[in-house]
T-cell receptor
Framework: GAGVSQSPRYKVTKRGQDVALRCDPI?????LYWYRQALGQGPEFLTY????????KSGLPNDRFSAERPEGSISTLTIQRTEQRDSAMYRC????????????????FGPGTRLTVL | GDSVTQMEGPVTLSEEAFLTINCTYT??????LFWYVQYPGEGLQLLLK?????DKGSNKGFEATYRKETTSFHLEKGSVQVSDSAVYFC???????????FGTGTSLTVIP
């Protein structure tokens, strides 16, 4: 079946604008994760959901960042009043969820959205 | 806290050479360990994983053994190919949470 999809793949915006990044997980996956990856670094956790509930948002860097998953499927990561330091690759991943996985819950990643803030 | 330390790159090898990429970890619980690969222009793909001590993960000729005594999960391949050129990320997941902790990635280039 289809993997995790993200849109847009590339986003260029001006400082101060709001952006919304979309993630469409693998069908049937309970858990959804957002990561941010700076150039030359590994992905850094931002937040995750089980179904529509946001379970952990400890990685969100400040209150300009928010995420939602209102129907337990597609998720949107919103960055308000963007700053140049927000420029990065934003990656989404989904997984079956621990209960369904019956053990190690492997995350499957989308292609990412590269955000550039001018 | 939980973290992964990964061998820095870039690594350049000739085709058919032996590959080792070192990865060590620190974890408060009982982690599962992963190697992800990112080919040029693509997203992260799971390469292999191991869920408990002494487990060996393997895929596409790559292997890694979960060594609790040395807190390591080194990636190896006996004979690399040009198509193995990619960035490799070591990662861990601790049972108590759902976060993955990634290393900084090691870029591998294999030349013919």
């Amino acid at each position: 079946g289809a993997g995790v999809s993200q849109s847009p793949r590339y986003k260029v915006t001006k400082r101060g604008q709001d952006v919304a990044l979309r993630c469409d997980p693998i069908s049937g996956h309970v858990s959804l994760y957002w990561y941010r990856q700076a150039l030359g670094q590994g992905p850094e956790f931002l937040t995750y959901f089980n179904y529509e509930a946001q379970q952990d948002k400890s990685g969100l860097p400040n209150d300009r960042f928010s995420a939602e998953r209102p129907e337990g499927s597609i998720s949107t990561l919103t960055i308000q009043r963007t700053e140049q330091r927000d420029s990065a690759m934003y990656r989404c991943a989904s997984s079956l969820g621990r209960r369904l996985a019956g053990g190690t819950d492997t995350q499957y990643f989308g292609p990412g959205t590269r955000l550039t803030v001018l | 806290g939980d973290s992964v330390t990964q061998m820095e790159g870039p690594v350049t090898l000739s085709e058919e050479a032996f590959l080792t990429i070192n990865c060590t970890y620190t974890a408060t619980g009982y982690p599962s360990l992963f190697w992800y690969v990112q080919y040029p222009g693509e997203g992260l793909q799971l390469l292999l994983k191991a869920t408990k001590a002494d487990d060996k993960g393997s895929n596409k000729g790559f292997e890694a053994t979960y060594r609790k005594e040395t807190t390591s999960f080194h990636l190896e391949k006996g004979s690399v190919q040009v198509s193995d050129s990619a960035v490799y990320f070591c990662a861990l997941s601790v049972n108590t949470g759902n976060q993955f902790y990634f290393g900084t990635g090691t870029s591998l280039t294999v030349i013919p």
